[in-house]
């Protein structure tokens, strides 16, 4: 079947009132013009919502990423930072509203950053740039940015992130540990609004993205193994006990 009917159908049932994960008519036309064929493994499940994985990232289902560009809310013109990139659908869709000119992508795992230029540029969107970097430190020499779009979970909003958002921006993040929402935040890092509950992974800092030859532990590793072991000691083993004062 022609790819454009199948996109027609899709964004038909993702704007349906049994899903309304679809209500703008920018987000409606722009998942309307992009291909999801490059972005998937499976090209005849590119339509399908359901997730998928690549390169050992999650690809969103078109509902997702519906639910992330529609609380991000880009405009013709914006400047956009997409951080966690991944395969690079949802950068390529906002490319489609504001411009690829416009949008900025970063990602920590160097392979996926191959995958999305390629991907992006397979889908018709070369103008998007897409950098290897650590999604905490943004994309400072491009700021200020009207929109940041996280696609990673995070206790609070990475300052550094803030810090890159224009006076009027809003950054949109999954927020949270085991428990997440999709939260919209303001320039202070205050949550001016929740989308509902999701579930993402959490934003990666070096040494733990998939695809390390050698995987270094982190310092919030270390902490845990720490706490780990010193819940396993018995008594004789505590260093802060005097035995020779029991005695």
């Known amino acids: 079947m022609d790819p454009a009917v199948l996109r027609d159908d899709m964004v038909d049932s993702l704007e349906h009132e049994a ?53 991000l809310a880009p405009e013709p013109g914006d400047s956009v930072l997409v951080v966690g990139a991944g ?8 490319a489609e509203i504001a411009g690829e000119r416009n949008v900025h992508a970063v990602d920590i795992t160097r392979r996926l950053v191959y995958e999305a230029r390629s991907n992006l540029e397979a889908a018709g969107y070369p103008g998007v740039l897409v950098d290897c970097r650590d999604g905490a430190d943004g994309l400072p020499e491009y700021a200020p940015y009207d929109r ?63 695809g390390t030859v050698e995987r270094n532990r982190t310092h919030r590793e270390d902490r845990e193994h720490a706490r780990r072991a010193a819940e396993r000691r018995r008594g004789w083993e505590q260093e802060w006990i005097d035995w020779d004062s029991t005695l």
């Open 148 to 210: 940041v779009l996280v696609e990673a979970a995070a206790i609070e909003p990475p300052r550094r992130l803030l810090d890159q958002l224009a006076a009027d921006g809003r950054m949109v993040l999954p927020l949270g540990g085991a428990s997440q929402t999709l939260a919209v935040v303001d320039g202070d890092g205050e949550v001016v609004r929740r989308h509902g509950t999701v579930a993402f992974q959490p934003m990666l800092v070096e040494g733990e993205q998939a």
């Open 19 to 71: 899903k309304g994960f679809v209500h703008s008519d920018g987000l409606s036309v722009a998942m309307r013009e992009v291909p999801r064929e490059p972005f998937v493994e499976d090209e005849s499940l590119a339509y399908a919502d359901r997730t998928g994985e690549r390169f050992g990232t999650r690809v969103l289902s078109p509902s997702t990423a519906a639910r992330l560009l529609e609380a």
């Open 87 to 94: 395969v690079g659908y949802t950068a390529a869709v906002v």
